[in-house]
């Protein structure tokens, strides 16, 4: 199959739950997933929203899946319903889609939580969806084969109905009430991949009509009979607390309605955004921001470099690296920096919440629906099951909405006026008070042998753990946090003596898990030391990368099919460069070949090849629209990205000066998807990764210059 952009390089729970009917008639078929808990009774069809994914279907022959990952770009609303679908035996196009709400039965069994993210959406529930559509496709079809006085194994599906060995026909509708009945199917087959009609075919997305007509709800887009909006004064210096406020002016200005203390700053609620903003800015706070006056990059990076001087826990250990560098005949050292980030979703954080008496509803973009529950009980003075979460469209994730940061303060604001109260933040408050990307500071070393054989490889992680701070408790004291070592314990090279470790520390600040978490720190310092060693090594960087990819065929094969899609083996245009980069990661096997030039001092891409294997595709046009995404976000990162802290305070506030790759600036970008029966990889994330180290590769190219810390605006290359 191939895509707009893109080509494929070969084609290669449990148990189901009945329920009370719906209407006159119609069936509820609730499919409880293995690793979720088990739902109570069913009184009525408004109470089988508490299972993990679940299927309506009413006597009008409506389908209705609930969706239970968040849409932020990334394509579930379709690929989820796709997946469901093909065993269901229902074209896609044909099923209304909803979010589901939060509850325990939602649990993304990858990640233990109801949580969007890590690109394990589509690996989460390839198994758990097409059983539990095979199971209600059984269940259709015994019913409708007890209609006809027939066998159900002689009759077939197809797109909605039930077909007889006699050609007879019943809609799912007409057969609803009567599969109701029967017991559940616990041994279904799944469909072998050679059946498949609509996994792996280009298709429409099932949430671009509502985005383009503009009926798609935004967090930003929530409107509630008789809201006010509330703006939010945080702490200029991060980790600050107001003293004193004087907010006198604010309560005078029309429109406001009130000001209220919340635990994240002071919220000022009015009739319109525009007024709350306003009356914000009114405000008179005396700010106390001792607790982090003394932060800035220098002391950041000091304190991460005396942490790297110490031993790390390990994270992984073959052979003997320390001994093997000893005795090597040569051996290359480095050292690289990787600054803070910021995810700068365009959408920037916002929440709508209506406290009452004995409940509390949020309307929230989040990628993590058990945690916005649990936090907005907490503000409201109420029991997480009192709690309605009703998820939105995002307007960009990259991780920064698995952080619930923002919502108690809509919640107590609400909570404090009666009503209901939509608490947007700035881009300013976005950029200045996000949860970064962490930064980095790692030492890497590499020995060869008299033959010139690459012999020990030691990669030495410094840098702090999300994970630690998201989930306390976690990680426990001399435990490698898994996040932190990604794309550098799964070192992929033939080399007998690797070593990884990794020496948590803590910077002061909070870091939050960002678009491909620490492959794309450990993965640019991993794919430009690959390439120093090559050049020691007196060898081109792409076969040096294939001699040692000899036992890794997924690598190899990527990596082959991105070199000669970009023609690597020819030389490049005149002034043009190349460099290249593979990884693994989120069971994704992905290569990349960066080609730029350099003008007045500034690097200029101008082509990124990429090719992957993310194993079974389910929707190719999705799968390389994806890739150009994660590309672009990685190249906005590499090249311009970073976050400097001065005296507690983030320096960057909007796009003029924490910029993004402009339309002008895009290169051309091609996609090349290697079929796969291997079941599906991730594909939301690995892509952003890649970009830095091939561009940096390319560059060394170019100028013999190595750049060992990001981002490249940094280097005059000139």
């Not at 383009?212 to 929530?222: E, F, L």
């Amino acid at each position: 199959m191939s895509a707009p952009g893109g080509r494929q390089e070969a084609l290669s729970r449990r148990d189901f739950l009945k329920t009370s009917a719906v209407g006159l008639g119609g069936l509820v078929l609730a499919i409880d997933l293995a690793g979720c808990s088990k739902p109570g009774s069913r009184p009525g069809a408004t109470s089988v929203v508490t299972t993990n994914a679940w299927l309506r279907i009413g006597t009008d022959d409506s389908i209705t899946f609930l969706c239970d990952r968040s849409e932020m770009g990334q394509g579930v609303y379709t690929g989820l319903v796709t997946i469901f679908a093909e065993e269901l035996g229902v074209d896609p196009a044909r099923i209304a889609v909803e979010f589901a709400p939060a509850g325990p039965a939602y649990v993304n069994a990858l990640l233990g939580g109801q949580i969007t993210g890590g690109s394990t959406s589509v690996r989460d529930a390839w198994t758990r969806l097409r059983t539990a559509g095979a199971q209600a496709r059984e269940l259709l079809k015994t019913a409708a084969a007890r209609e006809w006085d027939t066998s159900a194994s002689a009759c077939r599906v197809e797109n909605g109905e039930v077909i007889s060995p006699f050609g007879k026909r019943l809609s799912y509708g007409a057969v609803a009430t009567a599969a109701a009945a029967l017991p559940v199917p616990t041994d279904v087959a799944l469909k072998p991949a050679t059946a498949f009609q609509w996994i792996g075919r280009e298709g429409r997305r099932l949430d671009t009509p509502a985005k383009v007509d503009g009926s798609a709800i935004y967090g930003i887009d929530v409107t509630l009979p008789g809201m006010l909006y509330a703006a939010l004064a945080q702490p200029p210096m991060l980790g600050g607390k107001a003293k004193s406020v004087d907010d006198a002016a604010a309560r005078a200005m029309p429109g406001v309605r009130d000001v209220v203390t919340t635990t994240s700053g002071i919220a000022v609620v009015a009739d319109s955004w525009w007024q709350a903003r306003q009356g914000r800015d009114a405000l008179r706070i005396e700010w106390d921001g001792s607790a982090s006056a003394g932060l800035n990059d220098g002391a950041i990076l000091r304190g991460l470099r005396q942490a790297a001087a110490k031993s790390g826990i390990v994270a992984r250990k073959e052979g003997d690296a320390e001994g093997a560098l000893k005795a090597a005949a040569r051996v290359v050292r480095a050292e690289y920096e990787l600054p803070l980030l910021a995810h700068a979703t365009m959408e920037p954080q916002v929440c709508t919440a209506h406290v009452q008496a004995s409940s509390c509803d949020v309307y929230v973009p989040t990628q993590t629906q058990g945690a916005a529950q649990a936090v907005a009980a907490a503000a409201a003075g109420l029991e997480p099951a009192q709690v309605k979460v009703h998820t939105t469209f995002l307007g960009g994730g990259f991780g920064r909405r698995l952080d619930v940061d923002f919502i108690p303060a809509a919640v107590e604001a609400s909570k404090a006026t009666g009503k209901p109260v939509k608490l947007l933040w700035t881009r300013e408050d976005d950029i200045t008070h996000d949860t970064y990307r962490p930064p980095a500071y790692d030492t890497v070393a590499g020995g060869f042998d008299r033959d010139g054989n690459l012999v020990a490889w030691k990669l030495h992680l410094t840098g702090p753990s999300i994970t630690a701070r998201v989930f306390p408790g976690a990680v426990p004291a001399g435990a490698v946090d898994p996040f932190a070592i990604e794309a550098a314990a799964n070192y992929p090279y033939d080399v007998p003596n690797v070593l990884v470790d990794w020496v948590p520390h803590e910077v002061g600040l909070d870091v939050g898990y960002w678009r491909s978490v620490s492959h794309a720190l450990n993965c640019f310092v991993a794919e430009s030391f690959m390439d120093e060693l090559a050049l020691a090594a007196g060898r081109d960087p792409a076969a040096f990368r294939r001699a040692l990819l000899a036992k890794q065929p997924r690598y190899r094969e990527v990596l082959d099919v991105a070199l000669r899609r970009s023609g690597y083996d020819k030389p490049a245009a005149a002034g043009r460069f190349r460099g290249v980069a593979v990884m693994e990661g989120y069971d994704t096997y992905m290569a990349q070949v960066a080609e730029i030039s350099i003008v007045d001092g500034k690097v200029k891409v101008h082509r990124i090849v990429c090719a992957l294997d993310c194993g079974q595709t389910i929707n190719p046009t999705i799968v390389v629209a994806q890739v150009e995404s994660a590309i672009l976000f990685g190249l906005s990162a590499a090249l311009w990205g970073e976050i400097n802290v001065q005296g507690g305070r983030v320096q960057q506030s909007n796009f003029h000066d924490y910029r993004v790759v402009r339309m002008n600036e895009v290169p051309a970008i091609e996609t090349y998807v290697v079929g796969s029966d291997n079941p599906p990889g991730g594909i939301g994330e690995p892509a952003t990764a890649l970009v830095a180290p091939a561009i940096c590769n390319a560059i060394h190219a170019a100028t013999k210059r190595r750049l060992r810390s990001l981002p490249v605006k940094r280097h005059n290359l000139a």
